[in-house]
């Protein structure tokens, strides 16, 4: 069995060409230009390329992007009077905090002071409350994990009743991921440093959602015969064979795996241009919303 490739590059352009379509049909129904606010304090090369990135990609599809950088040693009130600014500016419908935030810094508080419906990461802590709650539904989901539900669907996986597994356990992918698996019926298991036997539980698996920073971690006997797998890890490892000296891989080892799942994301092409074409979705909704 050779599994099939989830092209998640195809996918995100699919969404973001709705996008730019959502973005022209509210201008020429009176409507304002969606704009993207990015909070970035510190010199993090790897969040300096996000932001980068995302900014170009706003302006693909004719959203604003307003870049805001603050030095390492910003104050928590600095941070905070500027997310409390960019809540009140009306240019201003989506509002973004790279991170991580230099650990000086009080994270959960700043992401406390984005405005609910401008929280287009999804990380306020009530916007990831509602998620958790039965019958709720937050404001915004955040990208990365909705991206993978995305790619799973899109792959034709059945989720309803399905046992899934998510390696990581991170405010940012795994736990968000889970919570969006269990809003799909399926059963899941949270996997994290002290699981037991945690290659046998990933045998189990009919999906596999692997975001726990460890290059080429899960190995193809890992992997249940016919299991989606979608591969959020990005590392970096020594390569002498290329230019840079590196190549990137995922947390899964994906020539093994490709020969026993079903379907499989690669790394790079798979979730990465996922996160971005749906943080470009929530801020034209939130654009929407604002009317």
Known sequence: MTAAIIDGKAIAAEIRALVADGVEALASGGGPTPGLAAVLVGDNP????????????????GIDSFAHELPADSSQEDVEALVERLN???????????????????????????????????????????LAQKGREPAFVPATPAGCITLL????????????????RSNIVGMPA???????????????????DLAQVCRGADVLIAAIGRAEMVRGDWIKP?????????????????????RLVGDVA??????????ITPVPGGVGPMTIAGLLQNTLTAAQRSR
């Not at 991170?99 to 419906?117: M, T």
Request: glycine content about 8%; aromatic content about 4%; some cysteine.
């Open 226 to 246: 016919g299991a989606y797998v979608i591969d959020v890890g990005i590392n970096r490892v020594d390569d002498a064979s290329r230019e840079r000296g590196y």
């Open 178 to 196: 889970a919570l969006l698996l269990v809003k799909e019926n399926a059963t899941v298991t949270i996997c994290h440093s002290r699981t037991k």
């Open 254 to 263: 994906f020539d093994e795996a490709l020969e026993v799942a079903g379907a």
């Open 153 to 168: 669907k899109h792959s034709g996986a059945d989720l309803e009743g399905a046992n899934a597994v998510v390696l990581g």
């Open 46 to 61: 790897a969040s300096q390329t996000y932001v980068r990135m995302k900014r170009k990609k706003s302006a693909e599809v």
């Open 88 to 130: 009140a500016d009306p240019k201003v419908h989506g509002i973004l905090v790279q991170l991580p935030l230099p650990e000086s810094l009080d994270e959960e508080a700043v992401l406390a002071k984005v405005d609910l419906n401008k929280d287009v990461d999804g990380f306020h802590p009530i916007n990831i409350g509602r």
